[in-house]
Nanobody, 128 residues
Framework: QVFLVESRGGLVQAGGSLRLSCAASGRTFSSYTMGWFRQGPGKEREFVASITSGGWSTKYADSVKGRFTISRDNAKNTVYLQMNSLKPEDTAVYYC?????????????????????WGQGTQVTVSS
């Protein structure tokens, strides 16, 4: 199991940008598919983006496609979520998640139950 720590989120105006990072413990970070999920006020937790262990393939929720970018630096055991053109509906607690894999995935997992390790979450608030 890997221990995940997200960077601090923050308050940003609509149309602004914010980058989240998630640092992972351990020496096998490159054996994990990584993902970002979020839970808005009064809502279920939902998928945002995921990336394969080597970073060659990504997947996005339709609601963030074209605005958010997930990336990773395996040398730094860190995954990032660059969020641009933020909207008030992006307000949520954002969670980093890790899925340990035996074989590299062609398409990264995107379902909550596929991820076994979770960060504590970080609040992102977008004001209108």
């Amino acid at each position: 199991q890997v221990f995940l720590v997200e960077s601090r989120g923050g308050l940003v105006q609509a149309g602004g940008s914010l980058r989240l990072s998630c640092a992972a413990s351990g020496r096998t970070f490159s054996s994990y598919t990584m993902g970002w999920f979020r839970q808005g006020p009064g809502k279920e937790r939902e998928f945002v983006a995921s990336i394969t262990s080597g970073g060659w393939s990504t997947k996005y929720a339709d609601s963030v496609k074209g605005r958010f970018t997930i990336s990773r630096d395996n040398a730094k055991n860190t995954v990032y979520l660059q969020m641009n053109s933020l909207k008030p509906e992006d307000t949520a607690v954002y969670y980093c998640a890790a899925r340990q894999i035996a074989l590299s995935e062609a398409i990264p997992a995107a379902t909550e139950r596929d991820f076994g390790s979770w960060g504590q979450g970080t609040q992102v608030t977008v004001s209108s």
